[in-house]
């Protein structure tokens, strides 16, 4: 499920230089000792005792499992889950709630890549000393990036991603198919091969998350990218209006027309087109790394276990663009007991912690190191197209305004996916809308 820097390099993964501003000045009180105030702090990371953790539902299962890590070693100081929906938007909107009101009862917020700015700004997440959050340049540098306002630390960088096709490889190579397709028109092609032999009859051939939430922001981007247009320039002024972008959005539509993507994948999310790939509905499926673990169970949930690979997504012309994905961990504002909250997330963003939850969940790590880990690839063969996906990522836009921004490419996208709006009028419209949202 992202995905906020201009391109991310296409270079090897280097150290992170550079240094970030020491705390700021307190704007409200802070205790010490057994708890600090709940007040909208930038101050000292102070107070010891339980702490709440705010994330998405864990469709992984795993979560719980790292924090009863935590909890068996820290008996005074133990976290407790507090589980939001599945849905990203309807994610922020509790996080956003909690915070306007000032309630305080989230600790420690499980954030979408592209909410630092809005959150940091409204002064909803606490700016992080450098010095409290150690090994930052052993991280992914684009990841770094999506905790940072302003150039300042308002979070901590846990899991990365990037979009990746996933495909049936034995349909593929029935059909007489040796490489994953590089370009929409490869895809196609190799579908109406695979539909033509009996194994591959009825098959649809490509999905996506085109449900009216944030993953079609992600998907969207992601066309648009691919098709060599962008949503906001490197000069943060709104750029949707032009003929690359309207490639993108048409091949999209198009899709649709012509069942290339299946009608039912207007109401697909995250969940509902993993569970249509795993039980042999899609040849091709475009989801995050996460699905790897689950499409590969052997326990009878998915049909297409030892059935499937992975590559990078494809574009118009070659190569496609992912959407940079991935969860940072903040400090609320309004939350007590801060010195344990850094602590607890210290523990979670370790270089072993990630090894742990790697292993059990496919979810990309933000430590450079374990993408090269010979452990790891070998059970994890996504990790080479998974590494290129990052590295070639392009973040979504870095407002302030996120939520308003991300609400209108959901619209237009959908409008003309679903309700027949012109992609020429859809984006002259989206564009008239960023530049009332965006102020560069």
Same mark, same amino acid.
């Given at each position: 499920?992202? %995905?906020?820097r201009?391109h991310?390099?296409?270079?090897a %993964?280097v150290?992170?230089?550079g240094?970030f ?5 307190a $704007?409200?009180?802070g205790?010490?000792?057994?708890s600090?105030s709940g007040?909208?702090s930038t ?5 010891r005792?339980p702490i ?8 992984s299962g795993?979560?719980?499992?790292q924090?009863?890590?935590? /909890?068996a070693?820290h008996?005074?100081?133990?976290v407790t889950?507090?589980e #939001? ?12 709630q ?9 600790s ?7 909410w ?7 002064q909803?997440? @606490?700016? =992080?000393?450098e ?12 990841t770094?990036e999506?905790? +940072? ?7 901590v960088?846990m899991t990365?991603?990037?979009?990746l ?11 007489? =198919? ?7 028109? &490869?895809? +196609?092609?190799? $579908?109406? +091969? ?10 649809g $051939?490509?999905?996506?998350? %085109?449900e ?15 098709a060599g247009?962008?949503i906001?320039g490197k000069?943060g002024?709104?750029?949707? /209006?032009?003929?690359e972008?309207?490639?993108?959005l @048409?091949?999209l539509?198009?899709? %649709?027309k012509t069942?290339v =993507? ?9 969940e &509902?087109?993993r ?6 509905k ?13 499409a *590969?169970?052997?326990?009878g949930?998915s049909?297409?276990a030892?059935?499937f690979?992975?590559?990078p ?5 070659g190569?496609?663009?992912?959407s940079?994905?991935g969860?940072d ?7 007590? *007991? ?5 602590d ?6 370790? &270089? ?5 939850? =790697? &292993?059990k @969940? ?5 430590w ?6 010979p452990?790891l690839?070998?059970q ?9 996906s990052? #590295? ?13 921004v ?8 959908y ?8 992609p020429d009028k ?7 809308? #960023?530049q009332s949202l965006?102020t560069p």
């Amino acid at each position: 499920m992202r %995905f906020e820097r201009s391109h991310a390099r296409r270079t090897a %993964f280097v150290a992170v230089a550079g240094s970030f501003a020491l705390l700021a000045t307190a $704007c409200g009180s802070g205790g010490s000792g057994g708890s600090s105030s709940g007040g909208a702090s930038t101050g000292a990371l102070e107070g010891r005792g339980p702490i709440t953790l705010a994330s998405g539902k864990d469709t992984s299962g795993n979560l719980q499992n790292q924090l009863n890590a935590w /909890n068996a070693q820290h008996p005074n100081e133990k976290v407790t889950l507090k589980e #939001l929906p599945e849905d990203a938007d309807a994610q922020r909107q509790q996080m956003v709630q909690d915070a306007q009101t000032k309630a305080g009862a989230y600790s420690v917020l499980v954030m979408d890549v592209v909410w630092t700015s809005e959150f940091a700004a409204n002064q909803w997440i @606490t700016q =992080i000393p450098e010095d409290r959050v150690p090994d930052l340049g052993k991280l992914v540098p684009a990841t770094v990036e999506t905790a +940072k306002y302003r150039d300042k630390l308002y979070a901590v960088p846990m899991t990365s991603d990037g979009g990746l096709l996933y495909y049936r490889s034995d349909l593929l190579k029935a059909a007489g =198919i040796t490489a994953a397709p590089k370009t929409w028109d &490869e895809m +196609k092609a190799d $579908c109406t +091969k695979v539909q033509a032999t009996p194994a591959g009859k009825g098959i649809g $051939c490509y999905a996506g998350q %085109f449900e009216k939430y944030e993953g079609l922001t992600v998907n969207f981007s992601e066309a648009v990218n691919s098709a060599g247009g962008e949503i906001v320039g490197k000069d943060g002024k709104p750029n949707v /209006n032009t003929p690359e972008a309207k490639a993108g959005l @048409t091949e999209l539509v198009n899709d %649709f027309k012509t069942g290339v =993507i299946p009608k039912e994948a207007i109401t697909y999310k995250e969940e &509902e087109s993993r569970r249509a790939f795993q039980d042999g509905k899609l040849l091709f499926l475009r989801n995050w790394p996460y699905v790897y673990a689950l499409a *590969n169970k052997t326990d009878g949930s998915s049909k297409v276990a030892g059935k499937f690979a992975v590559a990078p997504l494809p574009g118009k012309t070659g190569p496609g663009v992912s959407s940079l994905g991935g969860h940072d961990y903040a400090i609320s504002s309004f939350a007590k *007991n801060k010195a344990t909250a850094i602590d607890f997330i210290n523990f979670m963003a370790s &270089e072993a912690r990630q090894k742990a939850n =790697i &292993e059990k @969940t496919s979810q990309a790590p933000t430590w450079a190191s374990l993408y090269d880990d010979p452990t790891l690839t070998k059970q994890f063969p996504y990790l080479a197209p998974l590494k290129a996906s990052i #590295l070639g990522a392009q973040p979504r836009p870095k407002v302030v305004k996120y939520g308003d921004v991300t609400a209108a490419i959901q619209a237009a996208a959908y409008g003309a996916l679903s309700n027949g709006t012109p992609p020429d009028k859809a984006l002259a419209d989206l564009q008239t809308k #960023l530049q009332s949202l965006i102020t560069p």
